[in-house]
């Protein structure tokens, strides 16, 4: 059974950071395109970022410069680094991995809140 289990949401002031994390299993981590989607209240989801199976990444526009994407196939895992964080960035986060199919997690709650 595929699974992908993300962590790491909470709130957080205006300036502050956060790590994301996600837990693969049931598919082979490694052989799978990654990334991060969000959707805030009442918009539509958005897509944040992604990392190939070599670990190029890349960026939307709004979050370029200020968050990093990473992976680490030995532990089935991909993170989401968050910095300067802003009330913009408030969203439910989700992990998803685009291969021979695609899968999405649960997600988890980011509020930038003062």
């Known amino acids: 059974q595929v699974q992908l289990v993300e962590s790491g949401g909470g709130l957080v002031q205006p300036g502050g950071s956060l790590r994301l994390s996600c837990i693969g299993s049931?598919?082979?981590?490694?052989?799978?395109?990654m990334g991060w989607y969000r959707q805030a209240p009442g918009k539509e989801r958005e897509w944040v970022a992604g990392i190939s199976e070599t670990s190029t990444t890349y960026y939307g526009e709004a979050v370029k410069g200020r968050f990093t994407i990473s992976r680490d196939n030995a532990k089935n895992t991909l993170y989401l680094q968050m910095n300067d964080l802003k009330s913009e960035d408030t969203a439910v986060y989700f992990c998803?991995?685009?291969?021979?199919?695609?899968?999405w997690g649960q997600g988890t709650q980011v509020t930038v809140s003062s």
């Open positions: 049931g598919f082979t981590f490694s052989d799978y395109k």
């Open positions: 998803t991995a685009a291969g021979q199919k695609d899968y």
